[in-house]
């Protein structure tokens, strides 16, 4: 799903927000991982992810949309 908007970041050469998005991620992925997991088995995991994905998109997105503002101006 964010294919797109991180295509179009990384286009604009903005190879570093894209790093920096992922390893935020990291930092909130992997505890919300394990309590989930712990808590929820295989369906708290899954959960987990697709907070993850959804965090990715909608993060990319917006920089996506910030980054074609600027670029109109």
């Not at 790093?19 to 712990?38: G, M, S």
């Not at 808590?39 to 995991?45: F, V």
């Amino acid at each position: 799903m964010a294919q797109l908007p991180f295509a179009r970041v990384q286009a604009a050469g903005r190879v570093d927000v894209t790093a920096k998005f992922h390893i935020l991620e990291l930092c909130l992925y992997v505890p919300v991982l394990v309590f989930l997991a712990e808590k929820y088995g295989l369906n708290g995991a899954a959960v987990a992810w697709s907070l993850r994905a959804a965090m990715d998109f909608l993060m990319l997105a917006y920089m996506s949309f910030l980054l074609g503002r600027l670029d109109d101006d």
